[in-house]
């Protein structure tokens, strides 16, 4: 069993340095996240967000150590609490998995197994990492299952997957990842088959137990006003990058990056007539197996300029824990412009 991994005071839960994730390809090595540098705090709820493709799921993976083969780690360092992750064996980061680490995906039903009842699943992830009887994994089992609301728990850990809806299934995916009580918790698209109401209780449900145990949250998703609500701060990823980030409520606000700038304005508005459209983002994300010399934003960027094409942005400091990669934000070499 590893050993148990507390939050320090004063330094990163988490620490990602210069992350590099590759795939080999007919087309080319697939650069799926490219040089992710940034840290979560104990207790703090981050958000990612991005376009399909853009390395969010990948990077998650990469904490995990499930990475899809042929892909791999080819350079960069992922910590908790100062131990390093990278080129643990698979034994080592299985005990890290679901003790050290929860996590919740979004498909519960191919994440549930069918022929198992509900209490012998949430159960299974006890016993995988401590030592209990079997009537202790059970009431673990019932307790978690009532923590996260499902109603008559002790009855309900007795049925099968198929007799709980879309919404419950995924309280119990919570249940499991909370059930060891993990210093961080990777919620990967954790409401997008979800209707909107049973989202904002899904969402309320891991706001209240972020509150009440310090878990700290990686929150993975494409949508733009959950994470607007319930992150602290968020990660904008593009060609497997992260171009922006800062506090969530000031990247929102002010965006400093075109790409940040037209994902909001691609967010439906209920104030917005049927008629008007909904706005897109233009041209398609680049192949990550062939990436610009450039920007990569910049084929499809409303205000590019010469530099652009040409030559990657460093990362442009905009104020504390502020930052963004445009060269509109930074000192462009004169020759350049």
């Not at 002010?254 to 897109?280: F, N, Q």
């Amino acid at each position: 069993m590893s050993a148990e991994i507390r939050a320090l005071p004063g330094r990163p839960l988490l620490t990602i340095e210069d992350l590099r994730v590759v795939i080999p390809s007919r087309r080319g090595e697939i650069k799926a996240v490219d040089g992710v540098s940034f840290g979560v705090q104990p207790g703090e709820v981050v958000g990612v967000v991005g376009e399909s493709g853009s390395g969010k799921s990948m990077m998650a993976l990469s904490i995990l150590g499930l990475i899809p083969k042929p892909g791999r780690i080819a350079q960069g360092r992922i910590a908790l609490n100062g131990r390093d992750l990278v080129g643990l064996s698979e034994r080592e980061l299985r005990q890290v998995r679901g003790n050290d680490i929860g996590t919740i995906f979004q498909d519960p039903s191919a994440s549930l197994n069918p022929v198992l009842r509900i209490g012998r699943q949430v159960g299974e992830t006890i016993e995988a990492h401590h030592r209990v009887t079997a009537e202790q994994s059970w009431r673990r089992s019932v307790a978690m299952l009532n923590g996260v609301r499902i109603p008559d728990p002790e009855a309900r850990a007795q049925d099968y997957p198929h007799q709980y809806s879309g919404g419950m299934r995924q309280r119990v995916m919570i249940a499991m990842g909370m059930a060891n009580a993990p210093k961080l918790l990777i919620a990967d698209e954790p409401t997008t088959a979800l209707d909107v109401t049973v989202q904002a209780q899904i969402m309320d449900l891991l706001g209240r137990m972020n509150r009440e145990t310090g878990t700290a949250i990686l929150l993975i998703s494409h949508n733009i006003a959950l994470v607007s609500r319930f992150s602290t701060r968020v990660l904008v990823m593009y060609a497997g990058r992260i171009v922006e980030t800062g506090a969530t409520k000031d990247v929102f606000a002010e965006p400093s990056h075109p790409y940040t700038k037209a994902l909001l304005t691609a967010v439906p508005r209920i104030d917005k007539r049927v008629e008007e459209g909904l706005a897109t983002i233009a041209g398609r994300p680049p192949d990550l197996a062939q990436l610009p010399e450039g920007c990569a934003f910049a084929p499809r960027c409303q205000v590019p300029i010469g530099i652009c094409a040409t030559k990657r942005p460093p990362a442009f400091a905009l104020g504390p824990e502020r930052f963004a990669r445009c060269w509109l934000k930074g000192e462009a070499p004169q020759n350049h412009q």
